[in-house]
T-cell receptor
Framework: GESVGLHLPTLSVQEGDNSIINCAYS??????FIWYKQESGKGPQFIID?????DKRQGQRVTVLLNKTVKHLSLQIAATQPGDSAVYFC????????????FGTGTLLAVQP | ETGVTQTPRHLVMGMTNKKSLKCEQH?????MYWYKQSAKKPLELMFV???????ENNSVPSRFSPECPNSSHLFLHLHTLQPEDSALYLC??????????????FGPGTRLTVT
């Protein structure tokens, strides 16, 4: 079946370094992708989204890259801070009339001071 | 704060109990969702409501019964649950438009333990 998966279940980085979290998706019909951050004891928090007619989108300290050729999505965090420590999820929408999101299992980002 | 609140934050119930989870969104959105989050598993969509009408039931057992009285409130009624139903239950809302799906905003969740 179709699924969204993450390459690295855990990523450890030094404070101040850049972080890259990767995500592979398998449905070529997906036209919307979104990244969420979930801190311990909280619900997922929206970070950034991108539609399939774009290959890059930037936010504050974050950039999402979409490579439709290889069905790959990445989240780049610049100058990673301790407050960035959390589980990061990618999700995709298969397109069409549905507003259903399919989530990956998540990557734990651990920022070392 | 995301504008989506959930109560209670923690709930312990026996398998013969009946309880309800409540969600309220203060964002003026027109779609609401229930998700289940279990350890080491992806978020599982349970139900979707668009304009108060249920548009998605993701093969959820009948011991979970959703209710959406208006576009700001969503309930999940629970009865005769099983221990494997213990999980974090998350509510979300979004503003859906004809132009396509938009980001969903999540509440803090209800941590449910079934004993």
């Amino acid at each position: 079946g179709e699924s969204v998966g993450l390459h690295l279940p855990t990523l450890s980085v030094q404070e101040g370094d850049n972080s890259i979290i990767n995500c592979a998706y398998s449905n070529s019909a997906s036209d919307y992708f979104i990244w969420y951050k979930q801190e311990s004891g909280k619900g997922p928090q929206f970070i950034i989204d991108i539609r399939s007619n774009m290959d890059k989108r930037q936010g504050q300290r974050v950039t999402v890259l979409l490579n439709k050729t290889v069905k790959h999505l990445s989240l780049q965090i610049a100058a990673t801070q301790p407050g960035d420590s959390a589980v990061y999820f990618c999700a995709e929408n298969y397109g069409g009339a549905t507003n259903k999101l399919i989530f990956g299992t998540g990557t734990l980002l651990a920022v070392q001071p | 704060e995301t504008g989506v609140t959930q109560t209670p934050r923690h709930l312990v119930m026996g398998m013969t109990n009946k309880k309800s989870l409540k969600c309220e969104q203060h964002l003026g959105h027109n779609a609401m969702y229930w998700y289940k989050q279990s350890a080491k598993k992806p978020l599982e969509l349970m139900f979707v409501y668009n304009f108060k009408e249920q548009t998605e039931n993701n093969s959820v057992p009948s011991r979970f019964s959703p209710e959406c009285p208006n576009s700001s409130h969503l309930f999940l009624h629970l009865h005769t649950l099983q221990p494997e139903d213990s999980a974090l239950y998350l509510c979300a809302s979004s503003q859906e438009k004809l132009a396509g799906i938009n980001e969903q905003y999540f509440g803090p969740g209800t941590r449910l333990t079934v004993t």
